[in-house]
């Protein structure tokens, strides 16, 4: 894989992808300049005596305290020491992955005052998969994310704990075996390092990326649902959403079209039964609304990943040679703590149209008898799918709790010196939560659609075609679930499935037979 080279200007949300799953990163030699300007401009903030938070004064409530040129170094350890006060669960290791990656990005772009060898650090963490051991709790989102990033900056001195091949060692450990040296913090670095969105940033990248492949996924649950319960696609003709012109709600209704193209399990024109249940008829004005969402988070994400949120932010004029020095509040998570708070909800409403979806997939009551009671032939002496829709009903639930605005809470800190916090490092939490329940309802779905298929098909009815997008999915899961003869241990069977949604394979085995086939149609037009 080749190295990804960083400016921090032009990050993308799947180079993170990359990264986390362990692509080598190198900083772009000409970027050294202005971060060496920066960096001789605190040099000289320090000699001449100038008072600047964070650099010749202490923090927070102590912003007053004068720190003497003899002390900055010692007032940068012990800043990286005191805050690393996280608790709760580790990270993993792919969110540390990409909170190095996040946090070097964002000093490449030379408004921070490090010296290039901090950031290098960065890099030589990643590049030999050095992880610190970061607590997910203790953060607030603002003033960064100052708990988590101490605890990576631990590591940075020789501190600290991480990850190495696995294993937990000390940070001192951890560089010893990749023959790297600690850093001796200088003026500005230990605040640079913990002072920013970098959880916030770093985890959310990786959850929108879920959130792209769960929305495409979901559409393709929904229409393997429509053919195993014998709907029509009326309601997704694109007359209808012409009308209605919400771009996303236009392109999840195509998409579906495109995913039941060829099918012939759908029901035709039925004057007795003209059209289909809310779950069914309004997955593009759902799905398209889910969409919206989740495009929101990656536009803001996209945004953040190469933006300086930092404090206090050091601009130096390459012609006058002049500098400035700002204290301001970039380093405020409220545009990502309300983003992943929407995603969280948005990804919530797709888990309750899919779990309903299930209801009616066992519930031959619901579904007019087009499939037996519980996807199980010998109904009584078997459950079947019974209480698959038990555990998807119980995951959409506990995310109505967890879908409560994270954003909407703030609590003050710092003797009421930062007294409004996004609480950003929550939502992206909570999203994450979420984003796993939905991955899991979306399984069960497509579990049990397979099973309502098998049963439409059976028969006269076997030599009937899926979709052009709904037999790639349908075969997915049947190489790793057959089809249920009789009552068996699910669990297992459900995280099977629940891992090919999870790694996005259905979506992007879909995307490559649509690709394929439509180059195939331009060959023969030609």
């Not at 007032?75 to 608790?87: D, E, I, W, Y």
């Not at 020789?158 to 023959?179: H, N």
């Not at 500098?323 to 409403?349: C, K, Q, R, W």
């Not at 939560?433 to 439409?456: K, N, S, Y």
Request: charged share 20%; proline share 4%.
């Amino acid at each position: 894989m080749d190295s990804l080279i960083i400016s921090g200007e032009q990050l993308k949300l799947d180079d993170v992808v990359a990264v986390a799953d362990g692509q080598h990163v190198t900083l772009d030699p000409a970027v050294l300049p202005r971060i060496e300007r920066a960096r001789a401009a605190v040099v000289e903030m320090v000699s001449s005596g100038k008072i600047v938070y964070g650099i010749t004064t202490g923090f927070g409530r102590f912003k007053d305290k004068i720190i003497s040129p003899e002390q900055v170094r010692q007032l940068q350890v012990n800043l990286v020491r005191s805050h690393a006060v996280g608790v709760g669960a580790d990270l993993s290791q792919k969110v540390v992955r990409a909170m190095l990656l996040v946090r070097a990005n964002t000093l490449a772009l030379g408004h921070s005052g490090v010296r290039p060898e901090t950031i290098q650090m960065l890099l030589d963490l990643l590049n030999n998969r050095i992880h610190p051991r970061i607590p997910a709790q203790g953060s607030l989102g603002a003033s960064g994310d100052l708990a988590p990033l101490a605890h990576l900056a631990l590591v940075v001195i020789g501190e600290g704990e991480a990850y190495v091949d696995d294993k937990l060692v000390s940070g001192a450990e951890a560089l010893r075996q990749a023959g790297l040296k600690p850093i001796a913090l200088e003026a500005k670095e230990g605040l640079a390092l913990l002072n920013g969105t970098t959880m916030m940033v770093g985890m959310g990248a990786l959850q929108v990326r879920r959130a792209i492949n769960l929305a495409l996924t979901a559409d393709a649950a929904a229409s393997m649902s429509l053919e195993a319960l014998h709907g029509t696609i009326r309601a997704y003709d694109p007359r209808v959403h012409a009308l209605r012109p919400h771009p996303r709600q236009i392109d999840c209704a195509s998409f579906l079209r495109k995913l039941l193209e060829g099918s012939e399990l759908l029901r035709g024109d039925d004057p007795l039964n003209v059209q289909d249940p809310y779950t069914l008829r309004c997955v593009p004005q759902v799905h398209g609304a889910v969409r919206d969402a989740v495009a929101y988070a990656h536009w803001v994400i996209d945004i953040e990943l190469n933006s300086v949120n930092d404090n206090p932010i050091i601009f130096c004029d390459e012609q006058s040679g002049e500098t400035d020095v700002i204290s301001a509040g970039n380093f405020h998570g409220e545009p990502i703590a309300l983003a992943m708070d929407y995603m969280a909800l948005a990804i919530t409403e797709l888990g309750n149209m899919s779990e309903r979806r299930v209801a009616r997939l066992v519930d031959a009551d619901s579904n007019g008898g087009v499939l037996p009671m519980f996807l199980t032939k010998k109904g009584g002496l078997q459950s079947g799918l019974m209480m698959a829709q038990y555990t998807a009903a119980a995951l959409a639930s506990e995310n109505k709790v967890l879908a409560h605005p994270a954003s909407a809470d703030t609590i003050p800190s710092s003797a009421n010196t930062e007294d409004h916090v996004s609480m950003g490092a929550t939502a992206v939490r909570q999203a994450e939560q979420i984003l796993t329940h939905v991955e899991t309802i979306v399984a069960i779905e497509m579990l049990a659609a397979a099973q309502g298929i098998d049963f439409r098909r059976r028969g006269d009815a076997e030599s009937q075609r899926l979709g052009r997008g709904t037999a790639v999915a349908y075969a997915l899961i049947r190489e790793q679930v057959p089809f249920l003869e009789e009552d068996t241990y699910l669990s297992p069977l459900i995280e099977r499935v629940r891992q090919l949604v999870a790694s996005g394979k259905i979506k992007e085995a879909i995307e490559a037979g649509f690709e394929g086939a439509d180059k195939g149609d331009d060959r023969k037009d030609q």
